[in-house]
Every structure is written in C-alpha cells, then in structure tokens.
C-alpha cells in the first residue's frame, strides 16, 4: 500500500472511532433508544383449542348487514323511520322526487363569420368576433376561456362548453354590408 492509502485508511478509522465515543459516552443512554429482545418475555397465547371454526365463519358468511342507512357525513342523529303508507292509499308518484328542469340551451357569445383553409397542414381556421375583439381559432382552441372549437364546417362551428360538456353550433354569419342583388 502506498503512503497516501494508509493515511487516508488512518484518518478514517480516527473518524469511526471519535464518533463511537461520542456516542457510547452521552448522558442519554449510549444514544440506543427502542425496545430490545432482552426488554420482554416471550409468552404463547393461551388458545384452548387451535382449530378453525368452520360453523362460524358459515353463519358470518350468511349474516345480511342491514345498517342504520345514516348518513356519516352529517353530524345531526338519524331521523325517525317514516310510516309505511299501505299500498292502496298510496299515490303513484307522490314518493320521485321532482327533477329539476333542463338546463337552457348553451348561448356562445359573438358571431362566426369566415373560415379559411391552411394548405400545408390541412387544417381549417375560423374567425369569429365579440364586439369589436376578432378571434381567430383553430379546432380545440379555446374561446373565450370558456368554451371549445370541436368542429369546423362550411356553414356553422360546433363548440363545446368546457365546464359542462353541453355543445352549441354558431352558423355562419354573411357581414349585413354584403348582400348580393342581382
């Protein structure tokens, strides 16, 4: 071994050693904390028979459970079982409940008034404008912040609310200075 070597496996082995007395030598109890195997007795379980119960894990096997039907997400106890209507009084109905009524159809802000094709990508571009603001948009880009392009066509624009998931169409507009008379 070189000279180097066996200072460096020196200066190693010093290092080892202050940090096992440092160790050994705290108030605390050598720095070993937890329990050991020396610390407790090892006693069996007292079983009086060491078999399985088949019986019995057939009759929990059976058992139905019928809970309280509570709900555990609210803090008030359980509300009295209601009476039980005899079938012929009872109105047919009476017990749905109302569904509430569909939401209105999707409304899309502005108006969609010209596409155009990109020849090297293949893809199509609608313009559409709100106010004076113009949006030029491409199949998934967002308007608005709200809503979706999902379709271009050559009459109308398919857009998908971005919460709910319900779709529109806007049709195309012709600008109201661009009528043809012939």
């Known amino acids: 071994m070189s000279r180097r070597t066996k200072i460096y496996l020196l200066c190693g082995l010093v290092v080892v ?3 096992l007395v440092y160790f050994r030598s705290r108030p605390d109890g050598g720095g070993f ?11 069996p379980l007292d079983v009086q028979e060491p078999r399985l119960h088949i019986d019995e894990l057939q009759k ?17 106890p359980p509300a009295a079982p209601k009476p039980k209507i005899a079938p012929e009084t009872a109105v047919i109905g009476a017990h749905l409940p109302q569904q509430p009524p569909p939401p209105p159809p999707l409304q899309i802000p502005g108006e969609f008034f010209g596409y155009a094709a990109q020849p090297r990508a293949g893809k199509r571009v609608a313009f559409f404008s709100n106010g004076d603001d113009v949006f030029v948009l491409a199949e998934g880009d967002t308007y608005l912040g709200r809503y979706r392009l999902v379709h271009i066509g050559n009459e109308s624009a398919d857009f998908e609310e971005i919460g709910t998931g319900r779709r529109a169409t806007l049709a195309l507009t012709q600008p109201p200075g661009d009528q043809n008379s012939n």
């Open 17 to 19: 050693l202050a940090a």
């Open 33 to 43: 904390t937890g329990v050991t195997a020396a610390d407790t007795k090892f006693e």
């Open 60 to 76: 929990l096997q059976k058992a139905e459970y019928t809970g309280s039907n509570r709900n555990i997400f609210i803090a008030a």
